[in-house]
């Protein structure tokens, strides 16, 4: 466990919590920029965004972090620096488990016909 990180659970979310903070990160920042192209990787993967539920979704964004995390250590490792294996192993495990339960497979999105798509325009 790293110096200063509290492992403590609170019942109620921080003064500084704001729902869709992620929709209002700086896209310009690197790690911003890296969790949205997973998220929108995740999300087509998945048939499209407007094909998915809440929860669905909420999964996604977690894996994207998840993923990045993972990342992390790995680059660390690559890097010749020494990496907490539990942390790395519970995080890939974690990941493994929402990739399972979003599908791993990629889902088809639906396409209208040529005429459908001469009749709404």
């Known amino acids: 466990m790293a110096r200063g990180v509290s492992t403590k659970l ?12 992620l929709d209002k990160l700086d896209k310009r920042t690197k790690v911003a920029k890296a969790i949205m192209q997973r ?12 094909r998915l539920s809440h929860a669905r979704m909420s999964l996604i964004r ?3 972090f998840l993923e990045a995390i993972c990342e992390s250590h790995e680059l660390q490792l690559a890097g010749g620096q020494e990496i907490n294996v539990g942390a790395y192993t519970q995080s890939l495990n974690s990941l493994l488990g929402l ?11 639906s396409v209208q016909s040529l005429r459908e ?3 709404v325009s």
């Open 99 to 109: 990739y399972r339960l979003l599908g791993i497979e990629r889902v088809a999105r």
């Open 10 to 21: 609170t019942a109620t979310l921080p003064d500084t919590y704001r729902a869709g903070w």
């Open 62 to 64: 977690r894996a994207a």
């Open 39 to 50: 998220i929108a990787a995740l999300t087509s993967d998945a048939g499209g965004a407007d």
């Open 117 to 119: 798509h001469m009749l």
